[in-house]
């Protein structure tokens, strides 16, 4: 069966430093994959995903992601954080035309002021 | 567009009872999904519906049933509430031939 994994559970970071936040999938063939964020009583909203083509994709509030194959990789990285990213990170991988997102067990960041 | 909404936000329960979340999409979506979330277990899929008129278990469908109504409506029914259900519950929906995935507000469960 498929499985995610994220590296940390609880990130701290100060104001202006750099994020990169781990996802390791379990899976042979070909896949999509998505950083998820959810902001402290918010609905999970798509940050970035990844379905072909360039592995170095660019999301939205500065957020990109790189999927390494021969590493069943897809980091998170953002060059500053501000103290408005502060919220949970979900790394989720589906199987290409699969119906079942695989959700790793997320990352909570806070960025302190 | 609401996009997907769900019913109620928040619901206290009594073991035992019995309760029915609500979930609607607007977005003409084939496939709606039902998860719920627990603290450092990210969400796990508990039922989904490939489209309407079908559904199948995902990883904990214990305890729970669903009923795709039409293709715009999806509920999750607890037949007897378990304080192991407390638990904050996702609905989503996604459209054929993509697998992005667009998530409701989520709604707040808690089984004394």
């Known amino acids: 069966a498929q499985s995610v994994s994220q590296h940390n559970h609880h990130v701290i970071l100060s104001e202006a430093a750099s994020l990169e936040l781990g996802c390791n999938y379990s899976?042979?063939?070909?896949?999509?994959l998505f950083w998820y964020v959810q902001y402290p009583g918010q609905h999970l909203q798509l940050l970035l995903k990844?379905?072909?083509?360039?592995?170095l994709v660019k999301g939205i509030k500065g957020f990109e992601a790189e999927f390494i194959k021969s590493k069943f990789s897809f980091n998170l990285r953002k060059p500053s954080v501000q103290w408005s990213d502060t919220a949970e990170y979900f790394c989720?991988?589906?199987?290409?035309?699969?119906?079942?997102?695989?959700f790793g067990a997320g990352t909570i960041l806070r960025v302190k002021s | 567009n609401a996009g997907v909404t769900q019913t109620p936000k928040f619901q206290v329960l009594k073991t035992g009872q019995s309760m029915t979340l609500q979930c609607a999409q607007d977005?003409?979506?084939?496939?709606m999904y039902w998860y719920r979330q627990d603290p450092g277990m990210g969400l796990r899929l508990i039922y989904y519906?490939?489209?309407?008129?079908?559904?199948d278990k995902g990883e904990v469908p214990n305890g729970y049933n669903v009923s795709r109504l039409n293709k715009r409506e999806f509920s999750l029914r607890l037949e007897s509430a378990a304080p192991s259900q407390t638990s904050v519950y996702f609905c989503?929906?996604?459209?054929?031939?993509?697998?992005?995935?667009?998530f409701g507000p989520g709604t707040r469960l808690t089984v004394l």
């Open positions: 989503a929906s996604r459209d054929r031939g993509y697998n992005e995935q667009f």
């Open positions: 899976y042979g063939g070909t896949v999509n």
């Open positions: 990844y379905f072909s083509g360039d592995p």
């Open positions: 989720a991988v589906v199987m290409e035309y699969g119906n079942k997102l695989v």
């Open positions: 977005m003409n979506h084939n496939s």
């Open positions: 519906s490939a489209s309407e008129g079908t559904t």
